[in-house]
């Protein structure tokens, strides 16, 4: 079973090429919260300028373009030639999902801890605005998406390994299901939230 805090946080669907596993530094320059919103911007809606980007996420374009950057430095977007005109830059999300090792989590820099738990936190946020919308618009998609969208939780009693093993059958179902070409009638993009983590609970 892959080894990892957050493999879900950008599904790989089944033709992809495996996510990225992060290091220490590549750690860092991802936990910011403005540079997660934009590497989640470029990933679920396509390259953007960074004008763009600053209009979606209510920033300026200076916040943007030099976050854009920091990303780039980074290795997480890149140019994406052929688009727009004249000196206007766009940009892309440069690989198709990230992996975090666990040993992150404990590492002996405060630093490196601080910023797995920076990103986990952003990464709630993002699932948090994302089903804050939906419940928003849910009067603007059709009576056929009526019974299609699930906002459900469960309790269960677990020992570590059977959650492992729960969490790695969830995903393996999720990445089964092959996205649809563009143009498929009645296909939209569906996004999948999962969360496995323990609860204290009262005896």
């Known amino acids: 079973m892959q080894s990892s805090l957050c ?5 790989r669907m089944p033709d992809e090429p495996a996510p990225r596993l992060l290091d220490a530094r590549s750690l860092r320059g991802l936990a910011h919260p403005l540079r997660m919103q934009l590497l989640v911007a470029l990933r679920h809606d396509g390259p953007a300028t960074a004008s763009q980007l600053a209009q979606k996420l209510g920033e300026s374009s200076g916040a943007t373009s030099y976050h854009l950057r920091q990303l780039s430095a980074h290795g997480f977007v890149a140019d994406a030639p052929g688009r727009g005109k004249g000196r206007e830059r766009w940009w892309k999300a440069a690989d198709h999902g990230i992996r975090i090792d666990e040993t992150l989590i404990s590492d002996p820099d405060p630093t490196v801890r601080g910023a797995v738990a920076l990103l986990r936190y952003e990464m709630a946020n993002v699932h948090t605005r994302e089903i ?7 009067s603007e998609w059709g009576e056929e998406w009526d019974g299609a969208t699930d906002l459900s939780d469960f309790s269960l009693r677990l020992t570590p390994e059977l959650a492992r093993e729960l969490i790695s059958k969830m995903h393996e179902l999720v990445q089964s299901y092959r996205p649809l070409p563009d143009g ?8 999948v939230h999962t969360h496995v983590f323990p609860s204290q609970t009262r005896q």
């Open 184 to 191: 498929t009638p009645d296909a939209e993009t569906v996004r």
């Open 7 to 11: 493999k879900a946080i950008f599904v």
């Open 132 to 138: 804050a919308t939906w419940l928003g618009n849910t």
